[in-house]
């Protein structure tokens, strides 16, 4: 598993609350028998039309988000099914945190096997990053595991809580987390 | 000793390690696996050349992907779920798991399989890749969804790391009345709590009305402690508990039975025990509900009206905007004047035989409302043999329904039964999910009876109205 420590990236913001994991892999790529290959899937129905076009407004589909690698997202993301499908789409998407108010537990755990950061913070420093999220590609947000700090494109640090063993894991890019 | 909650006892009696943070290592004694999450579990120990722990205490059945249709027999069609249902037949063959494959009149979804053959006991650990797993704290067992990593850890050590989650009590006084049922007590503490309400907990369900309940209702009331967010749900056990469990094929026998009942009987939460969170509703307060959005949440008695984004707060009022236009409905509407296009009677949360029973009630001497489509899905091969010896298969095919063979079908639609988009569904399962039951497809969530009235009428309809 690859590890974490520092990420520097475009966040794209999904403000929807109550994501599940149907909407993050529809159940007609649980098929597979492997764990690679999910990322043009995710989001699949939000992001595609019945024919298969990009649907242009969605957020992933906008150039200025096509290269995201953090989500900031609304409460309760990741609600619904075990799949752990949905984190390794969203890991092959090339996203590695999630920035919510609060995530469902097993797809909160199901990240860390995977190399995901997810972080929670309280619903108004979630908007602040909403905000942020949304000025696009020229806005960078920076999230230092070691510290547990995001830092905004203005500068301004927010700091947030995990676990220390759940931290060691992803430091170290160990599978044996909980 | 202080006092202690069900979930503390369980807990306790299956810690092998805790860290200083917390970080805990807990002991598994059921592991159920079934064809989509288990795969890449099982190449893992093959790759790492490791063999299974405990092989006699993992149990598989291919239950969401296979088709329902009698043609089965012949084998799966569709190639992708064939080759996943083909990997658990070898998985299971070459690691000697306990395996019930599709052809096995004992068949069915794993939730239901599990209990009906004695694997789950009241006081155990049951994980299994599947949310659902839920279900199986109506033992009065510790039972909850992991994610396939987590899979691979307990085949390989029949172990689990965890940390403990808090205690939450949803207490259900006084008595249930006619036409209400298990899932309308579980919808409607969803509807209450949200599905976010029992995130970073364990719920047990208690009180009169729990207490009243038969195992299957229980069943039923846990299979959504998921949806409330909460890591899993549970009932204490009881006589009825201990007489559902006897004489299955793996329940203990003998001298280890009453050992075990002696431990069984041990299990319930101390008078004072520490809540982090208490519920409580009351059960005359409850009606027959139906779910109107796409989140499980969104109940409301069947006499409600769809409601309007502007009657919620915060995020909600977006989520409410964006359910009402894909569910295709308008505020102010009746929700019994909502027209369907498909009944689904099902799943883990109400594919066994007492919800068959119910859905008999209703339609005996009815029919499926003209140009509907309807089908019921029993939950296991066993259930469906039972349904027909009772003479309920009868009832339901004279009425118009489809009567499929086991397994998930449209609860999840991996297999070929789906709706259509715009199709709209009265269905058992549980989950609403855009997209859930097919893409585009619309889901109304309720009981059995509920789902049967709906087939009768066209319409979601009171069951109290049929009765
Ligand atoms: S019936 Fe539905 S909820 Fe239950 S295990 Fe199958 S897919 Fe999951």
């Known amino acids: 598993m690859k590890k974490f ?60 988000y096509r290269e995201a690698r953090i989500l900031v997202a609304g409460d309760n993301f990741g609600c619904g099914s075990s799949r752990e499908h949905a984190p390794w789409a969203i890991a092959d998407f090339g996203i590695r945190c999630i920035i919510a108010p609060s995530f469902a537990d097993i797809f909160y755990n199901n990240c860390f096997k995977n190399g995901i950061l997810p972080i929670v913070l309280p619903q ?41 063993f759940k931290k060691h894991c992803l430091l170290e890019g160990s599978t044996i987390s909980g | 000793m202080s006092p202690k909650t069900l979930y503390d006892k369980i807990w306790e009696a299956h810690l092998v390690h805790e860290a200083e ?26 790759l790492a050349g490791r063999p299974l722990r405990a092989p006699d205490k993992t149990i598989a059945v291919p239950d969401h992907n296979v088709p329902t249709t009698p043609d089965r027999v012949n084998g799966i069609e569709n190639e992708e779920s064939r080759i996943q249902v083909e990997a658990l037949d070898r998985n299971a063959r070459d690691f000697g798991v306990h395996y019930y494959p599709v052809n096995d009149i004992r068949q069915g979804i794993v939730h239901i399989v599990g209990p009906e053959q004695g694997w ?55 008595k249930l009345g006619p036409g209400v049922t298990a899932k309308d007590i579980t919808l409607s503490v969803i509807g209450r709590t949200g599905t976010a309400g029992g995130t970073g907990h364990v719920i047990e ?29 549970l009932i204490a056990p009881d006589e009825k508990t201990f007489q559902y469990v006897k004489g299955r094929p793996h329940a203990p026998k003998g001298a280890q039975w009453e050992a075990a009942l ?46 309007a984004p502007e009657e919620f707060k915060g995020g909600k009022v977006e989520a409410v905007r964006r359910s009402l236009d894909y569910m295709g409905l308008t505020p102010g509407t009746p929700l019994s004047e909502i027209e369907i296009d498909t009944v689904f009677i099902g799943s883990c949360t109400n594919g066994r035989i007492e919800d068959l029973r119910a859905v008999a009630a209703i339609l005996k001497g009815r029919k499926v409302k003209e140009g509907l489509r309807a089908m019921i899905v029993p939950g296991s091969g066993l259930v469906r043999a039972r349904a027909e010896e009772e003479g309920l298969a009868e009832i339901f095919l004279e009425a118009g329904f489809e009567w499929r063979l086991a397994g998930c079908s449209m609860c999840l639609a991996m297999n070929p039964d789906q709706l259509s988009p715009g199709e709209r569904c009265a269905a058992t399962s549980n989950r609403n999910f855009e997209g859930r039951q097919g893409r585009g497809g619309r889901t109304h969530l309720m009981s059995p009876a509920m789902a049967a009235a709906a087939a009768v009428t066209g319409r979601l309809t009171d069951v109290r109205d049929l009765m």
């Open chain 2, 262 to 307: 002696a431990w069984w009987k041990t299990l319930y939460s101390d008078e004072d025990a520490h809540w982090d969170k208490v519920v409580t509703i009351r059960a005359e307060d409850i009606a027959p509900v139906v779910t109107w959005g796409t989140s499980p949440e969104d109940v409301l008695p069947i006499t409600g009206r769809v409601p």
């Open chain 2, 120 to 174: 789950t006991l009241p006081g155990m650990t049951v994980v299994c890749g599947d949310s659902h797993t839920a279900t199986h704290g109506a033992f009065g067992a510790l039972a909850h969804g992991i994610g396939t990593s987590e899979v691979e850890h307990v085949l390989a050590t029949q172990t689990l790391i965890q940390s403990k989650s808090k205690n939450m009590k949803v207490e259900i006084t006084g």
């Open chain 1, 124 to 164: 108004e420093q979630v908007d602040i990053l909403m905000k942020d999220a949304e000025k696009g590609a020229n806005a960078r947000i920076t999230v230092d595991l070691e510290a547990q700090t995001v830092t905004t494109s203005d500068g301004d640090t927010l700091t947030f809580e995990v676990d220390a």
């Open chain 1, 5 to 64: 420590d520092k990420l520097t990236g475009i966040a794209a913001p999904l403000p929807q609350i109550n994501v599940d994991t149907d909407m993050i892999i529809p159940k007609q790529f649980l098929k597979t028998i492997k764990r690679t290959g999910l990322g043009v899937n995710l989001f699949d129905e939000m992001r595609y039309d019945d024919d298969g076009n990009e649907r242009p407004d969605f957020v992933l589909n906008k150039p200025q």
């Open chain 2, 205 to 233: 369900y208690c009180g009169e009305a729990i207490r009243a309940l038969s195992m299957e209702g229980r069943m039923t009331v846990c299979n959504m402690a998921i949806e409330g967010g909460a890591r899993a749900g």
């Open chain 2, 21 to 46: 943070d917390g970080t805990s290592l807990i002991y598994i004694d059921r592991h159920l696996v079934h064809e989509v999450t288990s795969p890449q579990a099982f190449e893992g120990l093959r």
